[in-house]
């Protein structure tokens, strides 16, 4: 069986999404004309080519939009900020991450610019930064046609709260949090609270900005997870977040294919590894926990 990448759906659209995306904090701020942004290419090719959509990206990552910007449209041959080569087959998600409507919006035409797209997917209020001024200029951007989706982004438990406040009085496509196997917070309320109000849910810091696979660094795989299919700690981790069944993407950053391609693994259903599930993840926490 040729591994099949893992789908979800997003519930405001019934639009499907491959579960493994990419974010770019660190790994994408390079500048845009250095061999540094030429080595990631290699990245952004691979993604594509294993069919990966969404990127996930913030005015907050330095170069990083710019180096997405240049890089995917090599990649699709496009123009600078045309559709002339046919759809793109990039779910670009980035953010508005500063005060007030008018910066907020001179902020997302820069971001435009910078990611070379007419249109984004997904534009998400970055922690939550003056949420009410910029939920009503997206609001007025989606129905424009200016972006696809609407989201809404933190980093830490202590915002749950007021992300799930969000999430049940305006219409917000996406939500995007941090969950792992030893940053559980999510199960109690959040992720539920997506299921219930129909939230797409993107996973930032899934391996803890790295901090999981350094902490399982030199320990032997499980053998179950051996048998399982699994080849390293990074796609136990992975997969620990994909078993949720409220998350819709999660988005590891790297800026090494090797990396990448162990994480498309981990997303992927193939002969000796079936999608994980609730019995899996528990196993996961389990054996990271005990580390
Ligand atoms: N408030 C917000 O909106 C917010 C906050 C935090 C993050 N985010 C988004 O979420 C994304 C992910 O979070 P994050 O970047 O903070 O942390 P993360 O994805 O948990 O960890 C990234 C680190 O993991 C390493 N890594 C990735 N795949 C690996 C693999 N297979 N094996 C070993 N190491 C691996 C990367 O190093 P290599 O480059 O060497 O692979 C990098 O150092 C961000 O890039 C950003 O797009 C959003």
């Not at 406040?165 to 539920?192: C, G, S, W």
């Not at 109000?197 to 499980?222: F, S, Y």
Request: charged letters at 20%; glycine letters at 8%; a neutral charge.
């Amino acid at each position: 069986m040729t591994p099949t990448l893992i789908e979800r759906t997003i519930p405001s659209s019934g639009e499907r999404l491959p579960v493994l995306g990419l974010g770019t904090f660190g790994a994408f701020d390079v500048p845009p004309r250095s061999s540094a942004a030429d080595a990631l290419q290699d990245v952004i090719d691979l993604f594509d080519r294993r069919g990966g959509r969404v990127v996930d990206s913030s005015p907050m990552y330095g170069d990083s939009e710019s180096v997405v910007g240049l890089l995917r449209t090599t990649r699709t041959g496009q123009a600078a900020g045309t559709d002339a080569a046919g759809p793109d087959p990039m779910f670009i998600a980035t953010k508005v991450w500063t005060q007030g409507a008018r910066a907020g919006i001179a902020q997302m035409e820069r971001s435009m610019q910078r990611l070379r797209a007419p249109r984004i997917d997904l534009m998400q209020v970055h922690n939550l930064v003056d949420v009410d001024t910029h939920l009503a200029t997206l609001e007025a951007w989606k129905q424009e046609g200016r972006i696809r989706y609407i989201g809404i982004t933190h980093y830490h438990g202590g915002a749950f709260a007021a992300l799930e406040k969000v999430m049940r009085t305006r219409p917000i496509d996406f939500v995007q949090f941090n969950y792992h196997a030893l940053d559980r917070e999510a199960e109690q309320r959040l992720l539920p609270a997506a299921a219930d109000t129909g939230t797409a849910v993107l996973v930032n810091r899934p391996l803890g900005q790295g901090e999981l696979v350094r902490r399982m660094q030199g320990r032997p795989l499980p053998a179950w997870a051996a048998r399982a299919g699994y080849r390293s700690w990074a796609q136990l981790a992975l997969a620990f977040v994909i078993a949720h069944p409220a998350v819709t993407c999660v988005i590891p950053a790297t800026g090494d294919a090797a990396h990448l391609a162990d994480n498309f693994d981990a997303a992927s259903i193939a002969t000796d590894r079936p999608a994980p599930d609730a019995a899996l993840a528990r196993r996961i926490a389990q054996a990271i926990a005990a580390a």
